[in-house]
Structures are given as structure tokens and as C-alpha cells.
């Protein structure tokens, strides 16, 4: 009786809960924004200094101001060497998370767009190089 108690109580934990595998491979994790080159004029940008941060987790990318800034979520997709971003939120830990409708918001972090797509141009363990219509965006995983 006891083992069928057991077996069943495992059957109930197993069925009650989902698990969510993410299929982003080497792109899940944290990641530092360490320059952005404008593509028309081919300026970079040094930030290696600016403690501007990316963590893909699942369908989430947070990205944080280290520095005492901003910390905004995007809803993303990840299909080959894509990457769309679109849906994101200013984090309020105090009060629900807030809908962002001006790009001034997310400009600092590289993104143009309240919904923007990038090429993946180069991802490896260590090393993350996307590119906008505008920008080529450097990352290096910490």
C-alpha cells in the first residue's frame, strides 16, 4: 500500500507540472552589450564600461541597466539565425510592469524598435554579434 501511495503521489507531481525545455542552444544566457556599430557611417560605439546587460531565458530577454538604470523585458523568437524582438515592459517590482510605447526607453540597449527583427551574424559560446537594419550590435557572454 505504501509503495502504491508513493507511486501514485510521483504520478500527480509529474502530471501536475510542466516543464519547459528551451531550444535557444548557446544564445540562453547572460550577456554584456559591449559595442554598437552604426552601419551607415560605420561608427562603434564602445560600452564596455556601460553595464548594459541581455538574459534570454526561455521566450524572455531581459535587459538590464547594471548601473542603476532601467530593466526592460521583450517577449522574443529564435529561429535560426534570427532573432525577433517585440512586446516589451519596463520592470516595476512594486506595481505591475508597464507597457513601453516610447523607443527613447530601449535605444540605450541597441534596439530601434518597440518590435525589431535581427540577423544573428555570428553565435558561439562566448561571443553574440547581431545585426539591425541600422546597427551590428557585440555582446560577449559573462
Same mark, same amino acid.
Given at each position: ?19 519547459? %525545455? ?7 544566457? %547572460?550577456?554584456?552589450?559591449?559595442? /554598437? ?36 523585458? %521583450? ?30 526607453? /530601449?535605444?540605450? %540597449?541597441? /534596439? ?31
Amino acid at each position: 500500500m505504501k509503495r502504491n501511495t508513493s507511486l501514485l503521489a510521483l504520478l500527480l507531481l509529474l502530471t501536475s507540472c510542466t516543464i519547459e %525545455f528551451s531550444d535557444n542552444g548557446k544564445l540562453d544566457g %547572460f550577456w554584456q552589450l559591449r559595442a /554598437v556599430d552604426t552601419l551607415a557611417n560605420r561608427h562603434t560605439l564602445d560600452l564596455k564600461t556601460s553595464g548594459l546587460t541581455w538574459a534570454f531565458q526561455g521566450r524572455l530577454l531581459e535587459m538590464r541597466d547594471t548601473k542603476g538604470g532601467s530593466d526592460l523585458y %521583450f517577449s522574443f523568437k529564435h529561429r535560426g539565425d534570427s532573432l525577433l524582438l517585440s512586446s516589451p515592459y519596463l520592470s516595476d517590482r512594486d506595481k505591475d510592469d508597464i507597457k513601453i510605447t516610447d523607443i527613447k526607453t /530601449v535605444k540605450p %540597449f541597441g /534596439v530601434n524598435g518597440l518590435q525589431e527583427g535581427f540577423k544573428i551574424e555570428n553565435l558561439s559560446n562566448s561571443k553574440l554579434i547581431l545585426r539591425s537594419k541600422t546597427l551590428r550590435l557585440r555582446l560577449l557572454k559573462l
